[in-house]
């Protein structure tokens, strides 16, 4: 299976962080990434409470939970203003973004990704690829399993692109000119 | 103790039904009546779908089960639009009244039941008493049993006000001029 | 439909109480009796909690809870020492009966009610009359109504038999000698 | 902290294996090895099925769920007969041992594994070096990421050591006197 790179993140609006996350500036560490919708059930009830349990299990690794609330159908409920409020009442500290509304139906990111629903869940290896994609709710040991799996991968040696320098310095370093 | 009888509902706005309910109106029969808010994590976790197996319980008995929502936080996110949307995620079929804003933080309904917060429940019995009262979520067996013992006890014989029509009709009954 | 009486029970033991018990000494209660196997998966993880929930939550009444050993396979492992552990072991307070073995592979109290299988329960009418049988788990929030429900029905009046005096007294009465 | 390198079981009789196992001989497995009593609420309620359940789970891995009777109370009520009628009843498949009876109270391989009761659980590495010990039960996802971070770490490469053989054989090996 040849892999797949993770597409960027496209994000209107950030919550419970000051700094707006990139998966390249994340590259070198694992990220579980779920998307869901306030008002989905199975999000509510299964896919949250899983994601708030992973960030408290995996506390002590260098994994990155991130929360996208990837809205794709009762938009004049499910506003910020009511994601705010809903992410207050259910007590969820890490990130979440807003994914930010696309030209048709569905938001840019979960079009991207092909979410094909929510809640939908991927694993970003540390070398950035698509480790896992899942539709639906999964069960709490293959999770912790497939994660566990991740971070146990060796963070990859990043090769920098050799960039030729005209005549000068680059990256710090400087080369002698020709 | 003395027996309370519940107070008269105030709503502005229902759902799932054509005609406003009003508890005067269901006199004779039990009512189990469910206060929430559609952000309240306890609601949605446990006093919604409780309400919801009530329903289908008891469907063959004469029981009536009413929601209210009951907003007293987070206004600009629980709107009658956002409700909608949610009773509709959620499946929720039975009559959901929306409880009249009070010049205070808490709604009209709320106020003159005394809840204390969300969610509540209130079982009615036959002759409009408040039989139980109860604020956080109650065991199934429990809630169970009691709504069993209300359906068993005897439908009150009302007794009509006596009225002495002047010299006419009343009720559907004419009297005869003296 | 036809009431039936609930046949007697059979016990060749019995643990958890000091004195025999006998349906036909609990008429005017309401018994809910339930038939388990130590080694029934169901029994363990279902039935038995059940029935140690609706001890507790009927305790004010006057419900007599009996449980009924019903070995019908691997005796060699299912015996009465090997109740008695289990019993201490999963905190069973309430009275629990070993059938009496019979004749073929069914003790004979399970072959007087026909159960199917364990776990079965039965509830039993303050008139004696078997208001429900069940084979399998059934949900809390049923349980609590059938039992609130059989509590709820009036204590019957119990017409003695007449029995003829040969010439003096019976049951405190005394006939006039022809 | 220091390696430290699990004990070999002690076993009287084995249950769904034709081979007794020796952890000796699973050196480069993983191995996932839980205690247990038939008469435990706790194995049988959370313990049991989290085995079967990891079972289950890491089917295409090479590791091996061992489950152990390890029994200290009701000795006449857990018998070999009875844990075989329980095998059967809760549909356990993978390989059971018997702990071997001890001359206190604790059988052999519990005393080694200074097991402080039912249920327990062990997850030996590759190395045979006991990576995590666990009395009563453990999260789902937990038990999910250990496991894998075990099966993620590499087979060692067995260093046999260099014995000298003065004039003989050793090992299979015999060598040629000087």
């Given at each position: 299976m040849l892999k797949r790179?993770?597409?960027?993140?496209?994000?209107s609006q950030w919550f419970n962080t000051d700094n707006p996350l990139m998966l390249a500036s994340l590259r070198g560490?694992?990220?579980?990434?779920?998307?869901?919708?306030?008002?989905?059930?199975?999000?509510?009830?299964?896919?949250?409470?899983?994601?708030?349990?992973?960030?408290?299990?995996?506390?002590?690794?260098d994994l990155q939970v991130i929360g996208l609330h990837t809205v794709f159908e009762h938009h004049a409920a499910m506003t910020p203003v009511a994601l705010q409020a809903f992410l207050h009442e259910?007590?969820?500290t890490h990130p979440v973004g807003v994914d930010q509304p696309g030209e048709g139906l569905l938001p840019v990111t979960m079009e991207r990704f092909q979410f094909q629903g929510t809640p939908?869940?991927?694993?970003?290896?540390?070398?950035?690829?698509?480790?896992?994609?899942?539709?639906?709710?999964?069960?709490?040991?293959?999770?912790?399993?497939?994660?566990?799996?991740?971070?146990?991968?060796?963070?990859?040696?990043?090769?920098?692109?050799?960039?030729?320098?005209?005549?000068?310095?680059?990256?710090?370093?400087?080369?002698?000119?020709?």
């Open positions: 790179i993770a597409p960027e993140l496209a994000v560490r694992v990220v579980f990434l779920h998307s869901f919708q306030m008002l989905c059930p199975g999000c509510v009830s299964l896919a949250i409470p899983q994601a708030q349990k992973i960030e408290q299990v995996f506390r002590n690794s259910y007590r969820i939908s869940a991927v694993i970003i290896g540390r070398d950035g690829s698509m480790l896992h994609h899942k539709f639906g709710a999964e069960d709490d040991m293959i999770v912790g399993a497939r994660i566990a799996s991740a971070l146990s991968m060796p963070v990859p040696v990043v090769e920098t692109a050799p960039q030729e320098p005209a005549d000068g310095c680059a990256d710090g370093f400087c080369a002698v000119p020709a």
